[in-house]
C-alpha cells in the first residue's frame, strides 16, 4: 500500500521534507538567538553605574560609538559657539526642546553637546564663554527612526528636528563628529538629558518581532511535517481504494 514513496514524484516530496524541516528549525533557532542576544543586551544596559558615578574618558578614546561606549561619560575642551533648539523633546511627560550648543574642540572639530532639557516657553540661557571642560555621556548620531527625531522639516532658524552630523554639515563650516554627547551637570534653568540606551540593547517592538519569527518558523516545521502525513494518507487510501477495485 506504501509503494507510491518509492515513486520519483515522492521521492521528490520526501527530499523536499527532509530538506524543509531542518532549515525551519534552523531559521526559528536563529531568530531565537538574535531575541536572546537583545535580551542579554537589555540586561548588560540596565547593569551599567549611572554616568554621574563613572569616571570621565578623552572623547576620541570612545569613538566610534557602539553598545560598549554608547553611555559612557566623553571629556573634551574648546570653546561653545553657536545654539540650537531641538523642539519636541519630551521628558518625565512634559513637552520642551533639547538645548544643543555646538563645542569647537582643541582639535578643530565640532561636537554637539546637549546642555540640558528646557520646558516650552522658557529662554535657553547662553553658553559660557572662554575655553571649557565639558563631560557627558556619549550618544550616537540619531538617524530618521530615532524617537522624537523631526524630519518634515520646515522648522524655524535656530531648531533643528535630528541631532545628526548629517543635520549639521550644512549649518556648520568644520568637521562635525559622528557622535554627541548630553551633559551629566546641566547649568540653572535646564533639566540634564537622560542618555539613550544603544541601538540593539532596548526590548523594543523590533526585539519580540525576532521572538515572533521564531514562533512562525517552528510553526512552518510542524505544517510541513503535516501536510507530509496528510498527503501520505490521502495517497495510501487511494492505493487501497484502487486493490479493491473501488
Not at 538645548?99 to 553658553?127: E, F
Not at 563650516?173 to 557622535?179: G, W
Not at 547649568?187 to 540606551?197: E, I, K, M, R
Request: charged share 20%; proline share 7%.
Amino acid at each position: 500500500m506504501y509503494r507510491f514513496l518509492r515513486t520519483p514524484r515522492w521521492w521528490g516530496i520526501n527530499v523536499f521534507v527532509l530538506l524543509a524541516i531542518p532549515f525551519c528549525v534552523f531559521m526559528g533557532t536563529w531568530q531565537l538567538g538574535k531575541f536572546e542576544d537583545r535580551v542579554d543586551s537589555h540586561r548588560e544596559a540596565e547593569r551599567r553605574p549611572d554616568p554621574a558615578t563613572q569616571r570621565t574618558e578623552p572623547l576620541d578614546s570612545l569613538l566610534p560609538v557602539d553598545k560598549e561606549t554608547s553611555g559612557r561619560v566623553a571629556r573634551a575642551s574648546g570653546r561653545y559657539g553657536e545654539q540650537f533648539l531641538v523642539p519636541d523633546r519630551a521628558l518625565d511627560g512634559r513637552s520642551g526642546a533639547y538645548v544643543l550648543t555646538l563645542l569647537k574642540t582643541d582639535g578643530g572639530k565640532v561636537l554637539p553637546v546637549v546642555r540640558g532639557w528646557l520646558p516650552s516657553g522658557a529662554t535657553a540661557p547662553a553658553p559660557p564663554s572662554g575655553e571649557v571642560t565639558v563631560s557627558g555621556a556619549l550618544q550616537a548620531s540619531e538617524n530618521p527612526g530615532t524617537k522624537g527625531v523631526n524630519t518634515a522639516g520646515g522648522l524655524p532658524t535656530g531648531q533643528l528636528g535630528m541631532i545628526s552630523a548629517a543635520a549639521l554639515v550644512n549649518v556648520v563650516p568644520d568637521d562635525v563628529y559622528d557622535a554627541w554627547i548630553t551633559l551629566v551637570d546641566s547649568p540653572a534653568g535646564l533639566v540634564p538629558v537622560p542618555a539613550s540606551a544603544a541601538a540593539g540593547t532596548s526590548l523594543d517592538m523590533k526585539a519580540f518581532q525576532n521572538l515572533g519569527y521564531t514562533a512562525e518558523w517552528f510553526v512552518f516545521a510542524g505544517f510541513v511535517l503535516f501536510m507530509w502525513f496528510r498527503l501520505v494518507r490521502r495517497e495510501a487510501e487511494a492505493s487501497r481504494d484502487a486493490a479493491l477495485g473501488l
